[in-house]
Each structure stands twice: as structure tokens, then as C-alpha cells.
């Protein structure tokens, strides 16, 4: 079986201060993992995701993951947060075998101005 | 482009309406997917279409009946639903979920479903 964990309902952090948002997995072979986020009243948008390879994972909108295969996590990031990135944000696995993906149950963003 | 439309946006209906609701993709994907999302909760997926054949059912009711038309299209006929079935309703589309290291679902915006 897979799973995902998101320690945080909620991270508050300051506009211009850098964010962290934490994935842990748990998965029985190399995973899959994703992350997407949420605004209010509209769908998922993928912004990165993790294969294989450089740890460091970067995607959309100045977000970046790093995958630690020790530690289990996938933990988004970004070097300066904007009012804007407050949102709802997911992660997700996907087993090599396992046909569909394990979301978290998300953690919701708050950057204040 | 990685665009998902799904109409309609909003859709209010009664415990004997019948209704339909519709998921369109041009990016050549050959899965489609229906989840259920209710308010701060992650997606739950309810089916999956691969290469236009039903693929995955996660145990959902009967009153929720999908239909994959052609490789572009995805709908969701409901019937008979019932007050706790309002929720947002996602579609999602991927290149070939049998193939997972260069498989990425792309979502549309959703349906916000009432059920009165």
C-alpha cells in the first residue's frame, strides 16, 4: 500500500520570507511523487514532480521540491513567498506498481502581506 | 497546453433530476479520470477510462454513471443523487496511466455540484 502524509493543516509565513510546506511518504518501491496546489473554487495544477534523479526538483511558479529517499519526504519549497501563493497545497504518490495516485490531505498556505 | 474544460461550472439539481456532466481534453491523453472532492479534502477518485474502456470503479454508487464517448471526452450521468453527493467534481486526464514515470494527471476546474 502507499500513503502520504501532511503534518500541517495550515503554515503561515510572511510575504518575502521563504516557505516550506512538508510531504512525508511511504511507499513499497521508488516512488512517484507529485505536488499540486489549489485556489479557492477551482480545480488541481500540477506544479512538480519527482521520477528519478537530481534530488532537487524544480517546477512552476518558482516552486521547488527536494526528494530525501532517507527521510521519506518531498518537501515543497520556494526561496520567497508571494501573497498570491496562499492556496490549498497536495502532494502525491504513485507506487511503480500501484495504478492511481495517493494524495495528502493538504495543507493550506497563508502568506500575509 | 495542458487544458482540461469541464461544463458546467455550477449545477444545482433535485434528489429525481437526471443530469449530465461533461470533460473535454485535446492533448491526445488516452486516461480520464473522475474524482469527488468535498470542501479542504483531498480528491477521491472515483473512476478511471483507459484507451476508452472503464478501467478502475472504486466502489461508487450506481446513481454516478460514466461514459467515455471518444478519447477527447469524458461524462458523468447522475441520477437519483442524494443531498451528501454535493461536492466539487474533478476531471483529470493523463498520456497512459499504465505507463507511471511519464504520467501526470492534469485536472480541470471542476463542477460545483448541489444537491437539493
Known amino acids: 500500500a502507499q500513503s502520504v502524509a501532511q503534518p500541517e493543516d495550515q503554515v503561515n509565513v510572511a510575504e518575502g520570507n521563504p516557505l516550506t510546506v512538508k510531504c512525508t511518504y511511504s511507499?513499497?518501491?521508488?516512488?512517484?511523487l507529485f505536488w499540486y496546489v489549489q485556489y479557492p473554487n477551482r480545480g488541481l495544477q500540477f506544479l512538480l514532480k519527482?521520477?528519478?534523479?537530481?534530488?532537487l526538483v524544480k517546477g512552476s511558479y518558482g516552486f521547488e521540491a527536494e526528494f530525501n529517499k532517507s527521510q521519506t519526504s518531498f518537501h515543497l519549497k520556494k526561496p520567497s513567498a508571494l501573497v498570491s501563493d496562499s492556496a490549498l497545497y497536495f502532494c502525491?504518490?504513485?507506487?511503480?506498481?500501484?495504478?492511481?495516485?495517493?494524495f495528502g490531505k493538504g495543507t493550506m498556505l497563508l502568506v500575509s502581506p | 497546453d495542458t487544458e482540461v474544460t469541464q461544463t458546467p461550472k455550477h449545477l444545482v439539481m433535485g434528489m429525481t433530476n437526471k443530469k449530465s456532466l461533461k470533460c473535454e481534453q485535446h492533448?491526445?491523453?488516452?486516461?480520464m479520470y473522475w474524482y469527488k472532492q468535498k470542501a479542504k479534502k483531498p480528491p477521491e477518485l472515483m473512476f478511471v477510462?483507459?484507451?476508452?474502456?472503464?478501467?478502475i470503479n472504486e466502489s461508487v454508487p450506481s446513481r454516478f454513471s460514466p461514459e467515455c464517448p471518444n478519447s477527447s471526452l469524458l461524462n458523468l450521468h447522475l441520477h437519483a443523487l442524494q443531498p451528501e453527493d454535493s461536492a466539487l467534481y474533478l476531471c483529470?486526464?493523463?498520456?497512459?496511466?499504465?505507463?507511471?514515470?511519464?504520467?501526470?494527471?492534469?485536472f480541470g476546474p471542476g463542477t460545483r455540484l448541489t444537491v437539493l
Open positions: 483529470a486526464s493523463s498520456q497512459d496511466f499504465r505507463v507511471p514515470p511519464t504520467d501526470t494527471q492534469y
Open positions: 511507499v513499497s518501491g521508488n516512488p512517484y
Open positions: 519527482y521520477i528519478t534523479g537530481d534530488n
Open positions: 502525491a504518490v504513485r507506487d511503480p506498481g500501484y495504478s492511481t495516485l495517493t
Open positions: 492533448m491526445g491523453h488516452r486516461a
Open positions: 477510462y483507459s484507451y476508452e474502456k472503464l478501467s
